[in-house]
C-alpha cells in the first residue's frame, strides 16, 4: 500500500517533456492523415468517390515532404537536434528517410487506386493503414531510443501484416498476411530481447546515452551486450530479409497485393535499414564496430549470394523480384558494414535508388498481372514488346537499373557501396558483390530478353494500363533516369544527411 | 573543335530516329537513314583529325565534357569526351567502315521482316563503341563496353530462332561477364591507389603505381579483353556469334567491338608499362590464342566459322603486340585487320547471298566464273590476310612479328610460335579460297546436301551438352530471309551494287593500308610518328639487317601455307584428312569441355543450391521440427507446415548468429 502511494506520489513529479511540434510535423501529418481520412469517410459514407481516398493520400505524403523541406533547412542551419526529451533526433539522415517513406507512400497509393477498381476491392482501409504504416516507419527513422525503435517498427509492421492480406478473394494473399504476422511477431521479440539485454549492459535505452555509455567505459567481449547486438540484428534482419531470417520474403512478397509488395519491398525496406543503421553504425559504430562487423559480414556474404542464386531458378516473375531484392538487400548491408560516412551515405543513396526502382517493377508486375493478380509467370510477359512496347520499354529501363548498367540510378547505387566497402577494407566482400550483381544481372536479362524474343502462345495479351498506374512507372523511370545521369544533387543530398547523423542528443 | 559530341551522337540520333519511325521509314530508308547517321560521323573525326593533323604533337587532342556526372567530392567523374591521336584514329575506322557496312546491309537485309529493328541495333552500337573509344575515363568506357556487348548479346540472340541454339547467346553473355567483372575490379582498384578513373591522370600518374597494383589492374583488364576480345580462354563465344547476320558479324565481331581489348590496353600504356610480368603474359596468351584458333581454322567447313576463328587468332597477333609493348604494332594491325578482314566477311556475305544461304564450303567451287568481283575483292583479302607484299597484312603481321622478335629472351620463340601460326593462316585462307572459287567442280549441283559426310564440327553431337554450336544452327544465319534451298540448278548470281561497292573500296583500301606505316625509314613510319606521343612504354625493332630477314622469312612462310595448300585441295596431292584432323574441327575440344564442366557439374551444382533452399533447408528443419512436435501442433490450425518451418529457420538462424557472437564472449 505504502509503495502504492509512492508511486502516485513520484507520478506528479514526472515532467512532461517539452513537445517541438514542429520538429516531429511529417509524422503528425501522416498519422493524422490517416485517422481524418477514416474519419472522414465513416462520416460521409459511400457518397465519396473511389478516387478521394487516393488523392487524400497522396495529398497527406506530399504534405509531408513539404514539411520535410523547412526541417531540412533548420538541420542545415543549426545542426542536429534531440526533441521530445531525447526520444527522437532530427537530423538530415531521418529527414531523407522521411521523404523516401512519403515518395514510397505516393507510388503505391498511385498503383493502389487502379489495382482496387481492377480487382473490385474497395475502401479507405488500404490507405489508412499505408499512412499509419509509413507513421511507424517514420518512427524508426528518426528515433533515438531503443524501445521507440521497437514502438515505431510495430506501428509500421502491424499494418503490413493487415495489408498483406487485404485481398480477400486470394488465399495467397491471406496465407502472406498470416505467415508475416506470425513470423513477424516472432521476430518482434528477438528484438525486445536484445534491447532488454542491451539495457542490461549500458543502462540506458536512448542511444546517444548509450553512446556516451561505451565511449567512456570499455566493456569488449560483454555477454550481455554481444548477446543484445546478436538478438537485435536477428529482430532488424528479419524486417530487412537477412539471409538466413529471408524465407518469408519470396511467400510475402508473392503472396500480397502487387501495390502492397512494392510498399514493403520501399517503405519498410528504407525503415528497417535506417533503424539497423542507427543503431549499429552510429551508436556501437565508434566504438563496437570490430565486434559486430565480422557477423554482420558473414550475413552479407548469404544475403548476397542466396539472393542472387535463387532468384535465377525462378520462373515467377514476382517471386524473383523477392529473391532480387534479398540480393540488393545485400548490397544495402554492405554500405552499413562499411560503418563510414562514405557507407552512410552510400547506404543513403541505394535506398532512394532502390525505392524508385522497386516500385517501378512492382507497377509493372501489378499491370501485367492482370484481374485476380495472377498472371506472374515468365510466359506472361512473352510478346509484351509487340503488345504494349511502351510498357516494355519501361520494365526494361527498370531491370537494367536493378541489374546496375551504367547511365542508371541503380549503377551509380551498386558503385557507391562497392567503394564504401572496398575504402573501409572489404575489398573481398565488394568483389563477391560484384560477382552477384553478374548473376543476378542474368535474371534481369531473362525477363527482357523473354519480353522482346520470346514467341507468346498464341495472341500476345494486352493488359490494360490505368492513368494512375502510368503515371507512377513513368515517375519511377524518370527518377531512375534522372539520378543514373544527373545523380550530384542526390549525391550531395546524402553527403550532407549523413554527416550529422553523429552528432544526436543534446 | 567542340564538335566532337556530334561524333556518338549522330548514331545515337539515328538510332533515337529509327526507335520512333523506323517501321514507318521501312525497307530501304530505315538503312539509309542508318547510313548517313554513321557516315556523317566519320565526316566529323574526319574534320577534326585533319585539325589536328595541323598543330603540333602535344596540341593535338580535344576534351569537350558535356556535363559533371558524378559531382564534386572524393569521386568526380566527367561525362566527358577525348579526342587525341588513339581515339581519332579509331573513331575514323570505326566510322569508316561502320558507314560501309551499313550501306552493304541496306542490299544485303532486303527483305528481312525485322529491317528497321536491325538497323536500330546497329545505330546503336556504333554509339556504344565510339564512347567506349571517345571516353576520357574509365566509367565511359565501360559504358560504351556494356553498351557494345548488349548489342552483341542482343543481335546473336535476336537472329538465332532455334531455340536449340539459344544458348550461343548466354555463352557470349556468360563470357563477356566474365570479363566486365575484370574491368570493374580494374578501374576500383585504379580508383583507389589513384584517386581517378580519367585517362590522362591515370597514365599520368601510373609511376607512382605500386608494382604488384599496376601488375593486379594490369591483368584485370586483360581479363576483361580476353572476354571482350575473344582470347584464350574465354573465346569460345565468338565462333558462335557468328549465327547473327553477316553484315553483323562484319562490324561488330570482326572489325570493331573485338578489338576493344586492345584499344583498352593501349589506352591504359602508362599502367602496361609498370606492370612487369603481366605484359609476358599477355604476349603469351596472345601467341597461344593465335596458334590455337589458326588450327581450328584449318578444318572448318562453314565459311563463316573459317573467318570466325581466323578473327580469333588476328585478334592473337594483336595481343601479342600489346603484350612486348608495341603499341603501334597493334593498331596497325588492328586497323589493317578491319579493312580485310570486314572485307572477307562482307565477300563471304555476298556469296552466301548468291548461294541462297548455304554456308557450307563443301558445296561451293568455280564461284569465280559467276561472281567476278567479289572473287577478285575477296582474292585480294585472301593475299592481304596471308601476309603476301605488298598487300596491308604483310607489314602489319611483320610489325608485330618482328617487335616480338626483339622482345627480350623469349623473343624468339614468340616469334616462331607467330610465324607458325601466319602459315597456319595463308593454309586455310587458301583453302577457303579454292574450294569455294576454285576446284572446277560445281558442287552444289553434284552433291546433295544429305550425301555429305558430317564432317567437322558436326559430328558427335552428343557432345555438345549445353548447346555446343553445331553447323547446323550456323545454317540458320539469317532466319528472316527467305529459304529457297539450294537446288542442282541454281545459278550463282553476283550481289546488288550496294554491297559491292563496299567490297571495293574495302579492297582498295587491304592494299594501300600498309602505306600508313612503311618500315624503311622513320619518315614513313606516319602511324608511329602520329600515335607514339600518347604511348608509354619502350619497344624497339630489330635493326634493318634483322628486319630484313625476318621479312623474308615472313614471306616465305606465307607461302609455303598457300603451295601447301594448293597441293592438298587444288592439286589433291594429299587427302583432306591428313590435314583436318577432328581435333581441330571442334577447335581442341576447348568448347566442349566447357559444355562439360559447365552443364554437367556446374549445371547440376547450380541446381543443387536451387533445391538446397527448397527442399534441404526445410527438410532440415523439418526434420528438426519433427523432433520438436510440440511446435507444429501448436502451429499447425495457423498453416500447416510452412509457418513452422520458417520460423525454424529464422530460429536456426539465430542461434547459429549466436554461436558466432558467443566465440567472442568471456562470460
Known amino acids: 500500500m505504502t509503495g502504492f502511494v509512492a508511486v502516485l506520489a513520484a507520478t506528479e513529479d514526472i515532467p512532461t517533456p517539452d513537445v517541438d511540434w514542429s520538429a516531429i510535423a511529417p509524422n503528425l501529418i501522416l498519422m493524422l492523415g490517416g485517422i481524418l481520412l477514416l474519419t472522414v469517410v465513416s462520416v460521409v459514407r459511400g457518397r465519396l468517390p473511389g478516387w478521394f481516398h487516393a488523392v487524400w493520400t497522396i495529398s497527406v505524403a506530399t504534405a509531408a515532404i513539404v514539411a520535410v523541406v523547412p526541417l531540412w533547412q533548420r538541420v542545415q542551419d543549426s545542426g542536429p537536434e534531440s526533441v521530445l526529451a531525447g526520444a527522437l533526433v532530427l537530423d538530415g539522415f531521418s529527414l531523407v528517410v522521411t521523404a523516401t517513406i512519403c515518395v514510397s507512400v505516393i507510388l503505391a497509393a498511385l498503383l493502389l487506386e487502379a489495382y482496387l477498381r481492377r480487382e473490385r476491392l474497395g475502401g479507405p482501409e488500404w490507405y489508412v493503414l499505408m499512412l499509419l504504416s509509413a507513421s511507424g516507419g517514420v518512427t524508426m527513422a528518426t528515433a533515438n531510443d531503443l524501445v521507440v525503435v521497437f514502438i515505431g517498427l510495430e506501428i509500421l509492421s502491424v499494418a503490413v501484416y493487415v495489408l498483406a492480406a487485404m485481398h480477400r478473394r486470394r488465399v495467397s494473399s491471406q496465407e502472406a498476411g498470416l505467415k508475416y504476422f506470425v513470423l513477424g511477431a516472432f521476430s518482434s521479440a528477438f528484438l525486445l530481447y536484445g534491447i532488454a539485454l542491451t539495457y542490461g549492459a549500458t543502462g540506458s535505452t536512448n542511444l546517444s546515452r548509450i553512446q556516451a555509455f561505451l565511449a567512456d567505459t570499455v566493456i569488449t567481449q560483454n555477454a550481455l551486450l554481444l548477446g543484445g547486438l546478436a538478438f537485435m540484428l536477428v529482430g532488424f534482419g528479419f524486417k530487412v530479409a537477412v539471409v538466413p531470417f529471408h524465407n518469408w520474403k519470396p511467400d510475402v512478397y508473392q503472396g500480397s497485393p502487387t501495390p502492397v509488395t512494392a510498399f514493403m519491398a520501399t517503405a519498410v525496406t528504407a525503415a528497417a535499414f535506417a533503424a539497423l543503421l542507427r543503431v549499429y553504425v552510429t551508436t556501437f559504430g565508434p566504438t563496437y564496430r570490430t565486434e559486430w562487423q565480422p557477423l554482420v559480414a558473414a550475413l552479407t556474404v548469404l544475403t548476397l549470394v542466396v539472393g542472387a542464386f535463387l532468384a535465377i531458378s525462378q520462373t515467377n516473375v514476382k517471386r524473383m523480384l523477392a529473391y532480387s531484392s534479398i540480393n540488393h538487400a545485400g548490397f544495402v548491408l554492405l554500405g552499413v558494414l562499411a560503418a563510414s560516412a562514405a557507407g552512410d551515405a552510400a547506404t543513403l543513396f541505394y535506398l532512394v535508388a532502390y525505392t524508385f526502382m522497386a516500385a517501378g517493377s512492382f507497377a509493372v508486375v501489378a499491370v501485367v498481372g492482370r484481374r485476380g493478380d495472377g498472371h506472374h509467370d515468365l510466359s506472361d510477359y512473352q510478346g509484351l514488346s509487340r503488345s504494349r512496347p511502351g510498357l516494355a520499354l519501361v520494365f526494361t529501363i527498370l531491370l537494367l537499373s536493378q541489374a546496375g548498367v551504367p547511365l542508371t540510378a541503380g549503377f551509380l547505387a551498386k558503385f557507391y557501396v562497392l567503394a564504401a566497402a572496398v575504402e573501409s577494407g572489404y575489398t573481398w566482400l565488394a568483389v563477391l558483390a560484384m560477382l552477384t550483381a553478374v548473376v543476378s544481372a542474368f535474371m534481369y536479362l531473362r525477363i527482357v530478353v523473354t519480353m522482346y524474343f520470346a514467341e507468346p502462345e498464341g495472341e500476345p495479351r494486352r493488359p490494360r494500363i490505368p492513368a494512375a498506374a502510368g503515371l507512377a512507372m513513368g515517375l519511377c523511370v524518370v527518377g531512375v533516369l534522372v539520378i543514373g545521369i544527373v545523380p550530384g544533387p542526390l549525391s550531395d543530398v546524402a553527403n550532407d544527411a549523413v554527416s550529422q547523423l553523429v552528432a544526436v542528443g543534446r | ?667
Open chain 2, 1 to 667: 573543335m567542340d564538335a566532337i559530341w556530334l561524333i556518338p551522337a549522330l548514331p545515337v540520333a539515328g538510332f533515337l530516329l529509327l526507335v520512333v519511325a523506323g517501321r514507318k521509314l521501312g525497307d530501304p530508308a530505315a538503312g539509309w537513314v542508318a547510313t548517313l547517321a554513321v557516315a556523317g560521323s566519320f565526316v566529323v573525326s574526319a574534320a577534326v583529325f585533319l585539325h589536328l593533323l595541323g598543330l603540333p604533337a602535344e596540341e593535338r587532342n580535344v576534351t569537350v565534357t558535356l556535363w559533371q556526372w558524378l559531382p564534386a567530392g572524393s569521386f568526380q567523374v566527367s561525362f566527358g569526351l577525348f579526342f587525341d591521336q588513339l581515339s581519332g584514329v579509331m573513331c575514323l575506322f570505326i566510322t569508316g567502315i561502320g558507314a560501309l557496312i551499313h550501306l552493304y546491309a541496306v542490299g544485303y537485309m532486303k527483305g528481312d521482316p525485322h529491317y528497321s529493328r536491325f538497323f536500330v541495333y546497329l545505330n546503336l552500337f556504333v554509339a556504344s563503341m565510339l564512347l567506349l573509344v571517345l571516353g576520357d575515363n574509365l566509367l565511359m568506357t565501360f559504358l560504351g563496353w556494356e553498351g557494345v556487348g548488349a548489342c552483341s548479346y542482343l543481335l546473336i540472340s535476336f537472329w538465332f530462332t532455334d531455340p536449340a541454339n539459344a544458348s550461343a547467346g548466354k555463352k557470349a553473355f556468360v563470357t563477356n561477364r566474365i570479363g566486365d567483372l575484370g574491368f570493374m575490379l580494374a578501374t576500383f582498384l585504379l580508383f583507389v591507389s589513384l584517386g581517378t578513373v580519367n585517362y590522362t591522370e591515370i597514365n599520368a600518374a601510373a609511376p607512382k603505381l605500386a608494382g604488384v597494383t599496376a601488375t593486379a589492374v594490369a591483368l584485370l583488364f586483360f581479363l576483361a579483353a580476353t572476354g571482350k576480345s575473344a582470347q584464350l580462354p574465354l573465346f569460345v563465344w565468338l565462333p558462335d556469334a557468328m549465327a547473327g547476320p553477316t553484315p553483323v558479324s562484319a562490324l561488330i565481331h570482326a572489325a570493331t567491338m573485338v578489338t576493344s581489348g586492345v584499344f583498352l590496353l593501349t589506352r591504359l600504356s602508362g599502367v602496361m608499362a609498370e606492370a612487369g610480368w603481366a605484359n609476358g603474359l599477355i604476349a603469351w596468351v596472345g601467341v597461344l590464342t593465335a596458334l590455337v584458333a589458326a588450327g581450328a581454322g584449318v578444318a572448318q567447313n562453314d565459311i563463316k566459322k573459317v573467318l570466325a576463328y581466323s578473327t580469333v587468332s588476328q585478334l592473337g597477333f594483336m595481343f601479342l603486340a600489346v603484350g612486348t609493348q608495341n603499341y603501334v604494332g597493334a593498331i596497325f594491325h588492328m586497323i589493317t585487320h578491319a579493312f580485310f578482314k570486314a572485307l572477307l566477311f562482307l565477300g563471304a556475305g555476298a556469296v552466301i547471298y548468291s548461294m541462297a544461304h548455304e554456308q557450307d564450303m563443301r558445296r561451293y567451287g568455280n564461284l569465280r566464273k559467276y561472281l567476278p568481283v567479289t572473287f577478285v575483292t575477296m582474292g585480294i583479302g585472301w593475299l592481304a590476310i596471308s601476309g603476301i607484299p605488298p598487300f596491308s597484312g604483310f607489314w602489319s603481321k611483320d610489325e608485330v612479328l618482328a617487335g616480338a622478335f626483339n622482345a627480350g629472351p623469349a623473343g624468339p620463340v614468340l616469334w616462331f610460335l607467330g610465324i607458325t601460326a601466319a602459315v597456319l593462316t595463308a593454309f586455310y585462307m587458301t583453302r577457303l579460297m579454292i574450294m569455294t572459287f576454285f576446284g572446277g567442280a560445281e558442287h552444289w549441283r553434284t552433291d546433295a546436301a544429305e550425301s555429305l559426310p558430317e564432317g567437322g564440327a558436326d559430328e558427335d553431337a552428343e557432345l555438345s551438352v549445353a548447346g555446343h554450336d553445331t553447323g547446323h544452327g550456323a545454317h540458320s544465319d539469317d532466319a528472316g530471309h527467305d529459304h529457297h534451298h539450294l537446288t542442282p540448278d541454281h545459278t550463282p548470281r553476283e550481289a546488288p551494287v550496294t554491297m559491292l561497292l563496299p567490297l571495293v573500296v574495302l579492297a582498295g583500301l587491304a592494299v594501300v593500308g600498309g602505306l600508313m606505316n612503311l618500315p624503311f625509314s622513320h619518315r614513313l613510319e606516319n602511324l608511329a610518328i602520329w600515335i607514339e606521343p600518347v604511348l608509354a612504354g619502350e619497344h624497339e625493332l630489330p635493326g634493318a639487317a634483322v628486319l630484313w630477314v625476318l621479312a623474308i622469312l615472313a614471306t616465305a612462310g606465307a607461302v609455303l601455307g598457300v603451295w601447301f595448300s594448293y597441293r592438298v585441295y587444288q592439286q589433291h596431292k594429299v587427302a583432306p584428312e591428313k590435314v583436318e584432323k577432328p581435333v581441330l574441327a571442334h577447335a581442341w575440344y576447348i568448347d566442349e569441355t566447357y559444355a562439360k564442366v559447365v552443364g554437367g557439374p556446374g549445371e547440376a551444382s547450380f541446381d543443387a543450391v536451387a533445391e538446397f533452399d527448397q527442399k534441404v533447408v526445410d527438410g532440415a528443419v523439418n526434420g528438426v521440427g519433427s523432433g520438436t512436435r510440440w511446435i507444429g501442433r501448436a502451429l499447425r490450425p495457423l498453416q500447416p507446415g510452412f509457418v513452422r518451418s520458417y520460423a525454424l529457420g529464422v530460429a536456426v538462424g539465430s542461434v547459429l548468429v549466436l554461436a558466432f557472437v558467443v566465440t567472442r564472449m568471456s562470460l
